[in-house]
């Protein structure tokens, strides 16, 4: 098979990609390599993979129509995709809104047309978020939990991207699984997630922001467990039902909530060396806690997350002073 592949040079992207060519698929990356943060970090993953014999890369922006669709025309050998590419952050969207429109709306659009434009193409599977749910207090999250208030203009686009897909899948038959991912860390990771900012901050001796006054609780998904149920879902194209397109959504997350001051207590054991605290309020668009209901995920793809926090967090770590070449 052939797999078209976005964000290919991004931190889940990278991870898929890697798992896709060791399985002897061929991948066609595309990514623009944008500056929201550190170029040559992208690059670095990029240079794991290009290597590859079945691996060819595109540097394109996903919301640039002409150039995506140009794919379409020599893509008959394309019999997957997985949409990963995104502008990502929550707090950056309170900075930046247009770019969540163009890479989050329009580049969805774009890749739809694109898809639906593929003679071969079995299953469209793309990125969504835990962000959709907004404040939602009810714990655990579950697919069938309301989604209409977001609190992000992030959350926002994702959720218009759900809607797009179930409208795709409507009109065109096209099959389309959407992922909502929780809080994914590990090796490689991208640099403003908590990981990588408490583990440079640590390292360097500096005081770590803890938000909400570390009255918060994720479910920390590592990045292995994330790219099998990533595999696992591109198997499994859904299909029409009565009164119902060919679309589903699914939580992807660890299935279980750790408190934010358990996070930094574990992340402080992988590093052998004890954080500085500055507690801040709240940040506009956050939520106090996530936590995945993975059932549906489960029951029918088999997803079953297996690193914990410690595990992961080692790893983490581990791979954070080789990249950055710390001293222990």
């Known amino acids: 098979m052939t797999i078209l592949l976005t964000g290919a040079a991004g931190f889940i992207g990278s991870h898929v990609a890697q798992a896709l060519l060791a399985s002897g698929e061929s991948v066609i990356g595309i990514d623009n390599l944008n500056d929201y943060y550190d170029v040559s970090l992208k690059e670095a993953r990029l240079a794991r993979l ?12 996903i919301a640039d129509k002409d150039a995506m669709l140009e794919l379409a025309k020599s893509g008959g050998d394309i019999t997957g995709i997985i ?4 502008q ?7 900075i930046n809104p247009y770019a969540y429109v163009e890479t989050n709306v329009m580049g969805q659009v774009v890749m739809m047309e694109l898809a639906r434009q593929l003679p071969n193409l079995k299953h469209f599977v793309y990125a969504s978020s835990s962000s959709v749910y907004g404040g939602n207090t009810k714990m655990p ?5 309301p989604v209409e208030r977001p609190i992000s203009l992030y959350a926002a686009t994702k959720r218009a991207d759900e809607l797009m897909a179930w409208t795709y899948a409507h009109l065109y038959k096209l099959p389309c699984t959407g992922l909502r991912f929780f809080t994914v860390y590990g090796p490689w990771g991208r640099p403003d997630m908590a990981a990588y900012i408490f583990t440079k901050q640590i390292l360097a ?12 609780r994720r479910d920390f998904t590592f990045i292995d467990d994330i790219v099998a149920g990533v595999i696992a879902v591109l198997e499994h194209p859904p299909v029409a039902a009565e009164g119902a397109p060919p679309a589903q959504l699914y939580n992807l997350g660890n299935s279980r909530s750790e408190t934010l001051m ?4 574990t992340l402080e054991s992988a590093i052998g060396k004890k954080a500085r605290l500055d507690f801040q309020p709240m940040q506009a668009g956050d939520v106090p806690e996530t936590f995945a209901d993975v059932a549906a995920s489960t029951r029918d793809f088999g997803f079953v997350p297996k690193t914990s926090i410690n595990e992961g967090l080692r790893k983490f770590v581990a791979w954070y002073r ?3 070449k710390e001293c222990a």
């Open 50 to 61: 290009t290597p590859h014999p079945n691996f060819r890369f595109h540097k394109i922006n």
């Open 322 to 324: 080789d990249y950055h």
């Open 141 to 145: 999250l579950a697919i069938e939990d």
């Open 262 to 265: 358990d996070f930094i207590t």
């Open 88 to 94: 990502a952050g929550v707090r950056y969207s309170l």
């Open 205 to 216: 001796d500096q005081p770590i922001r803890v938000f909400n006054r570390g009255k918060m």
């Open 83 to 86: 949409h990963l590419a995104a």
